[in-house]
């Protein structure tokens, strides 16, 4: 009995066993709970004039006010299409030839399908980034002289906020994209044109920081044996600078993720961002704590996308005993 | 011996941040084919530059390398190099390695089967077939120095350019590859010039040993024939006296003062500090 307790008490293994636990589990969620009770706290003595500062029990009850939402209007919806196929089957029925019309239910988008867009819109934003921005900063890498003449406008188009792009993506865009029959909805290119403008400079910039600093024997070796240049760059630069672009894509979908956001706000185009608009236009005493479940579905969307990334690029890296965090 | 490979009169200009530093001044020598040359000087005597001149992957400020009849303006596979740092690129296995080099130089002359025997029969030569489908960073240092060998023979170059091979690598692993190199330089005959610090090894494999001066303006100081008898057995020649006279000529060079040049040629003052090495980023001594 004397003997475990003093195992149990030697400073060695006591500690080995909690840094162990505590690494894993122990910490984080030692945080998150003081970052609970310190939120709750602080909400409570915040006044509005809707009401208190939403706390996390007030995101709580309002996240599942949204999911009961969802799925009513799911349900809304399936009945409208079951009525409308009835409608018409019986109207088929008597006259075959009868003019038949099939009309799209057009309720209100739910938090759900918000978030949805704003998914779509972020993604497609990043992908046209990451497909001009890839190429563009290895050629960049490759060749000095290109760098030297892109890099005064890299650096000029970089700090301009999304919101100064908007206005002119949206005349752009209502000028240019006239089809009989719509592919995309203009708001949904809006917002990803002008997340792709964002978000293609930090992909450009640490592609091209990446390529130029490939080992120089490496292209040493690629120089001498005469690799051709597709080849040069497909076997030698790019595995070479992987880390680097995917480095420089974190940052991009970071950043297209929070313009987003804001373009959905200021244009009105559905997203996150107008579903935060309309909660604060709609001035209800719940609309505070539905703001604060989109922000923090906001940080979570967020993360999940990094964490993304980071298996992506645990893909297609050849190093697959680096450290990335 | 027809001359093969000619340097004449290469000289070498760096831009430094202090000013011009003149690396090389007046470098001349032939080499005949299947000779293996040895360059030896101290460090920043510009060994790496006449080197990296010859192989393309820098260009002379004067002068230049002929390769049969031929001015050397670019790198090929024609003039390979094996490089200290071995150069592996490390997401490639050790045959995909030797692969990158023998699809590029024989696109169309060797068939898809052809290429693969032609891949394996050259790890075979530096024994490293068995180990054809590691990754660089599994095997040892020496084992990445024979593949880099490999790499380099599998071009089937003209002239093999070998930038301190065994530099790198303990003194029983670089006897071991200089046996290697040996043994595959008695088969293939190729014109091998190599950059090395080792006296003994510079004895051991050269026909010839080209002694540089010490920079700035460095230079040919002396070239020392290697007369033993091949095949050479590094343990019956400790004992004999004509290595060891060799060995004596190349270290008095090296070590009594002889490698300074009498009159340092300065082409603006301040550069007279500068080290070759810190010249450029391009070139290592």
């Keep these: ?325 | 011996m027809d001359r093969y490979l000619e340097l004449s009169k290469i000289g070498k200009i760096f831009d430094t941040d202090s000013g011009t530093y003149e690396a090389l001044a007046d470098v001349s020598l032939k080499i005949n084919r299947g000779e293996f040359v040895s360059l030896i000087g101290h460090s920043g005597c510009g060994k790496s530059t006449v080197l990296n001149i010859i192989a393309g992957l820098e260009r002379a400020t004067s002068g230049g390398a002929i390769l049969e009849g031929e001015e050397i303006t670019d790198p090929g596979p024609e003039r390979a190099v094996v490089f200290q740092s071995h150069a592996l690129m490390p997401w490639l296995t050790v045959f995909e390695n030797v692969e990158l080099a023998v699809n590029q130089v024989f696109r169309t002359r060797k068939s898809r089967t052809e290429k693969h025997d032609w891949i394996l029969h050259n790890l075979e030569l530096v024994q490293m077939a068995g180990a054809a489908n590691k990754l660089p960073h599994e095997i040892s240092g020496g084992m990445q120095q024979r593949v880099g060998i490999a790499r380099c023979l599998a071009m089937q170059p003209k002239v093999v350019l070998m930038d301190e091979p065994f530099g790198a690598l303990d003194a029983l692993t670089r006897a071991r590859l200089q046996d290697t190199l040996m043994n595959i330089q008695a088969e293939l005959r190729n014109t091998v010039v190599m950059i090395t610090h080792d006296v003994d090894e510079a004895v051991l494999l050269s026909d010839r040993i080209v002694m540089m001066s010490n920079g700035p303006a460095a230079g040919i100081a002396r070239v020392l024939d290697v007369h033993l008898p091949r095949p050479r057995n590094r343990l019956a020649l400790a004992e004999d006296a004509d290595f060891n006279h060799c060995r004596h000529q190349v270290l008095d060079f090296l070590y009594s003062g002889r490698h300074l040049r009498e009159e340092l040629v300065v082409i603006r003052s301040g550069s007279s500090n500068t080290d070759a090495n810190s010249g450029s980023g391009h070139i290592a001594a």
């Design chain 1, 1 to 325: 009995m004397a003997e475990a307790t003093e195992r149990l008490l030697a400073p060695g293994a006591y500690f080995d066993r909690v840094n162990a636990l505590g690494r894993s589990a122990l910490l984080p969620a030692l945080g998150i709970t003081t970052f609970l009770l310190l939120w709750q706290l602080a909400a409570s003595s915040i006044e509005t004039s809707l009401g208190d500062f939403p706390g996390p029990r007030d995101v709580w009850v309002q996240t599942s006010n949204l999911v009961d939402e969802h799925w009513s209007e799911r349900a809304r919806a399936e009945a409208f299409y079951e009525r409308q196929e009835q409608r018409n089957a019986e109207r088929l029925a008597r006259d075959a030839d009868a003019p038949v019309r099939w009309r799209a239910y057009t309720g209100k988008p739910t938090f759900f399908d918000q978030v949805a867009t704003s998914l779509a819109t972020v993604a497609f934003g990043f992908c046209l980034a990451a497909l001009v921005a890839v190429p563009l900063g290895i050629l960049c890498g490759l060749s000095d002289p290109i760098y030297r003449a892109v890099n005064p406008v890299i650096q000029v188009f970089k700090p301009v906020s999304p919101l100064a792009w908007l206005p002119l993506v949206t005349m752009v865009v209502s000028a240019t994209y006239v089809a009989e029959n719509p592919l995309f909805e203009k708001s949904f290119l809006n917002s990803a044109f002008t997340v792709a403008l964002c978000c293609i400079w930090p992909t450009v910039i640490n592609t091209t920081v990446g390529v130029a600093g490939v080992d120089r024997t490496l292209v040493d070796v690629s120089r001498v044996i005469g690799l051709r240049p597709l080849t040069h760059i497909r076997k030698v630069i790019l595995p070479a600078a992987i880390p680097m672009i995917f480095t420089g894509l974190r940052l991009s979908l970071a950043t297209g993720w929070m313009v987003l956001i804001a373009a959905e706000m200021l244009a009105q185009n559905p997203g996150l961002g107008k579903f935060i608009w309309d909660e604060f236009q709609n001035g209800s005493s719940d609309s505070l704590g539905r703001i604060m479940v989109a922000v923090v579905t906001i940080g979570i969307v967020g993360f999940l996308l990094d964490q993304l990334m980071l298996v992506l690029q645990r893909r297609f890296s050849w190093d697959k005993q680096a450290i990335l965090r």
